[in-house]
């Protein structure tokens, strides 16, 4: 069913506890942990806690949990006092864009000087 875990997806192995992640923030909905192999002084991951394979599917399905995820990534932007400076969140979307998990994950990344547009 929509949403519902799956058995061969790491992100749902996170949300469940099974791989451990160093998190920084949690709601009912939504999980932040740092990306293990951080491209930024702040790279975190906000992923719903729910299964979907990309940020659309997510938002075409439960678009506040959608909201829920951005909303959430402002919130570790501020933690993180990466705000001033300026941060980017990404939500790659597909292999051919470099989508390697299929759990709707979004990255938020700052703490030093951006490109664009990103390669
Ligand atoms: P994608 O390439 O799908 O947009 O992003 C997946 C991200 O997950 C990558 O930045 C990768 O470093 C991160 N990642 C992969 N495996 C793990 C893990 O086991 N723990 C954590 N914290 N991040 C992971
Ligand atoms: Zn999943």
Same mark, same amino acid.
């Given at each position: ?9 790491l992100f749902c192995k996170i949300v469940a506890?099974?791989v451990?992640a ?9 999980i @932040?942990f ?13 992923i ?17 949990? @959608? ?10 932007? @501020?933690?993180?006092?990466? &705000? &001033? ?35």
């Amino acid at each position: 069913m929509a949403g519902e875990p799956q058995a061969d997806c790491l992100f749902c192995k996170i949300v469940a506890g099974a791989v451990p992640a160093t998190v920084v923030r949690e709601t009912g909905t939504t999980i @932040a942990f740092r990306d293990i192999n951080p491209q930024a002084p702040t790279h975190v991951l906000v992923i719903p806690k729910a299964h979907y394979p990309d940020a659309a599917s997510l938002a075409a399905a439960e678009p506040g949990i @959608a909201a829920d995820v951005l909303a959430e990534a402002g919130r570790v932007a @501020a933690d993180e006092k990466i &705000e &001033e400076l300026g941060y980017r969140i990404v939500l790659n979307t597909g292999a051919g864009a470099g989508q390697t998990v299929f759990h709707a994950h979004a990255h938020v990344l700052g703490g030093r000087g951006l490109e664009w547009p990103p390669g």
